[in-house]
């Protein structure tokens, strides 16, 4: 699912909301948590999961062409992990009848 088909699916859903009162809507959420994320904080969503910061240490990579050795540095990536109803849902759905939303 793509965030227009999520702004789309949304707007069908609730009719009193305008399709540009929708993609508003969706664009604020998701900024805010692309927000929270980068200070840095946790952000958990009971029933769907949590969204936190991992942090990857420095490490030694090569370079495939010239087989030379690179240093990789420190890296703070998103991680997100599913709540127990989340898997649960996902768990229960007969593969070939997916219906997101």
């Known amino acids: ?3 227009s ?25 998701l900024d805010a948590m692309s927000d ?4 840095g904080h946790r952000i958990e969503i009971r029933g769907f999961g949590s969204f936190s910061i991992n942090r990857r240490p420095p490490r030694m990579g090569r370079n495939p ?12 990536v998103p991680h997100f ?6 898997r649960e849902a996902v768990d229960a759905q007969v ?6 939303l």
């Open 1 to 3: 699912m793509t965030r």
């Open 5 to 29: 088909d999520l702004v789309t699916r949304l707007a069908e859903r609730f009719a009193q909301l305008t399709q540009r009162d929708t993609e508003f809507a969706v664009k604020t959420m």
């Open 36 to 39: 929270a994320l980068a200070r």
């Open 65 to 76: 062409r010239s087989g030379e050795q690179v240093v990789i540095p420190e890296k703070l």
């Open 81 to 86: 992990k599913p709540g127990k109803a989340l």
């Open 95 to 100: 593969p070939g009848d997916v219906d997101p």
